[in-house]
């Protein structure tokens, strides 16, 4: 009876003897260990499992490793920790001394970047900048061949290789800050237009800085990134090229004051490339004042040119963007603020009234018409009227005006037979802002074939009626009134304009801290005042409208 027992025992203390030869420990590898199962042989054996077969079946599968967070091999690898050198450039960019000279906005774009990266550094590593952090390096030390100075951008040495996280930290942000920078200048940031000149009525297109963070860093080239940025206007692109040829024969030649002006003036006009909208339009006019040339532009090639007359530097023609909105024919006047109280107050003062029934004037007040005869002029604010010129041979605007919506109240019109004259000059200034053209009627023609298919029939006959009319556009055409003194066609020829209203000299000012070789802009061309009006001796004559309104008072 004692035999069977003896067989288990036998068993039990064979199996005990084949764990322990096992060289698995589970005190090596934590709290619990779970083996793999062996599978049983083909034909099933009687004989019990020796410590050395047990061993053998167990080294294709070793036991797997621990977890990374207890042996970690680098930081960066865990979503939920940062990597050192960034946990160190959030730190610093809350320091006082560090922002200090950074532009705000800049600042709280790097702030947001960082704070929602999880990898390492953007541009730079323990060795130093990486390859496209020397590509960014690279780019932004050429910044004057675009137009810019490279000095304005405060970037880490290329070469240098950071002492301690610290350093690699504050590199890092440095060639941020450079980047945000170098995007604001080169799309029109480094002035703010106005404060060169009120006529400037312009915002520039400036990119969000956390836009660009965003978009340079997953740009496999971050040096045509920043190219990118620039303006892709024909006309920016061949001042550019005109620039690097100037500069090239700068350095081949000796330097001379004329070589330096004529590059500095190449670049002022670059800068005001920046100003404008990136997407001028797909058809659209341009006016540049100091060529007094109007031109209506489609696919990017002129299908028009006309010349024009532009206001004087006392009444100067703002430079803006606006959309066409009304094509008016035989228009009325209605007598600017200006005129009304430079050339039209002082007659009516001496109860002179006779010029406003032969230049069929009508005098409105509130909208309901006044008798001029019994209003004390004296006493009242001509301001409050309105004086408004019946369409007809003498009308101020002549057959035709172009409206397009702005707070200058500046538009383009015909003008009388007296001043056609005026076009065949080579300066002309002459008027209070507004922009009139040589053949208006032409331009009408084109403008609006362009706009909705108008016949050239069917506008002769708008012109010929001699009814005052207006005509609504239908599409987006924008007007842009410019001011470029410097100009380069396809085959890189260089042409310069009079500064009209010293706006070179202005800018030169802020991006040069001097304005020597830009002359003074040209005095205003005084003419014969008109009888019975009176403009203080203090203010040169303009040629203006208050000029032309001599032949109300014949």
């Given amino acids: 009876m004692l035999r069977p027992y003896l067989i288990a025992g036998l068993l039990c203390a064979a ?25 049983e042989p083909a034909a099933p054996s009687a004989t019990p499992t020796t410590p050395d077969t047990a061993v053998h079946a167990i080294e294709p599968a070793p036991v797997a490793e621990p977890p990374a967070a207890e042996t970690p091999a680098e930081p960066a690898s865990s ?3 940062p990597h050192p050198v960034v946990k160190l450039i959030k730190t610093k960019l809350a320091d006082a001394d560090m922002r200090k000279d950074a532009n705000e906005k800049d600042l709280t774009a790097i702030e947001a970047f960082y704070a929602a990266r999880t990898d390492g550094p953007l541009w730079t590593t323990e060795m130093g900048f990486s390859a496209k952090g020397q590509a960014v390096l690279s780019e932004i030390e050429q910044a004057d061949d675009w137009g810019l100075d490279k000095t304005a951008f405060k970037v880490p040495q290329a070469g240098a290789l950071p002492t301690s996280p ?13 980047i945000l920078k170098y995007a604001r200048f080169a799309r029109g940031g480094r002035f703010v237009p106005i404060d060169i000149s009120e006529l400037f009525d312009q915002e520039p ?36 090229q005109a620039l690097l040829e100037a500069r090239g024969k700068d350095e081949e030649d000796a330097k001379t004051d004329a070589n330096e002006v004529a590059i500095k003036r190449i670049v002022l006009n670059m800068e ?35 010349k024009t007359l532009v206001g004087t530097i006392s009444n100067a023609t703002p430079v803006f963007s606006a959309d066409m909105g009304t094509v008016v024919f035989n228009p009325e006047w209605i007598a600017p603020r200006s005129v009304l109280k430079e050339a039209l107050l002082p007659p009516l003062r001496k109860k002179n009234y006779n010029f406003l029934k032969k230049h069929r004037f009508l005098v409105s007040y509130g909208g309901k018409p006044v008798n001029a005869a019994k209003v004390k002029w004296n006493s009242v604010n001509i301001h409050n009227y309105t004086f408004i010129q019946k369409p007809g041979p003498g009308n101020r605007l002549g057959k035709i005006k172009f409206l397009y919506p702005n707070k200058h109240d500046v538009y383009m019109h015909d003008t009388l037979p007296v001043r056609k004259k005026v076009f065949q000059k080579s300066a002309r200034a002459i008027g209070y802002g507004c922009v009139r053209m040589e053949k208006p009627q032409q331009f009408a023609e084109l403008l609006l074939s362009e706009d909705q298919e108008l016949t050239k029939a069917k506008v002769k006959e708008l012109w010929d009626k001699s009814v005052n009319q207006a005509v609504t556009i239908k599409g987006t055409i924008p007007v842009h009134t ?16 009079t500064d009209l209203y010293g706006l070179d000299r202005k800018l030169a000012t802020a991006m040069y801290g001097d304005a020597t070789g830009f002359p003074l802009p040209p005095p205003e061309v005084k003419q014969r005042r008109a009888v019975g009006t009176s403009v203080s001796a203090s203010r040169p004559t303009s040629g203006g409208i208050a000029d032309s309104l001599g032949d109300f008072f014949d």
């Fill in 15 to 39: 199996q005990a003897l084949a764990y322990a030869a096992m060289p698995v420990c589970a005190e090596d590898h934590g709290p619990s260990v779970t083996l793999p199962v062996v599978p």
């Fill in 205 to 240: 297109p400036l990119r969000d800085p956390k836009t660009v963070l965003t978009e340079i860093a997953v740009a496999d080239a971050p040096d045509i990134y920043l190219q990118s940025l620039h303006p892709k206007h024909e006309g920016f692109a061949r001042l550019r």
């Fill in 272 to 306: 005001r490339w920046r100003w404008l909208l990136e997407d001028l339009g797909e058809t659209y006019v341009w006016l540049n004042t100091p060529e007094y040339m109007l031109y209506m532009i489609k696919d990017g090639k002129p299908i028009y040119a006309d």
């Fill in 166 to 178: 610290d350093a690699q930290a504050l590199a890092e942000i440095k060639l941020d800050l450079a």
């Fill in 79 to 81: 979503p939920s920790t």
């Fill in 482 to 497: 410019t001011y470029f003194t410097t100009v380069a066609d396809g085959e890189g020829k260089v042409q310069t304009f």
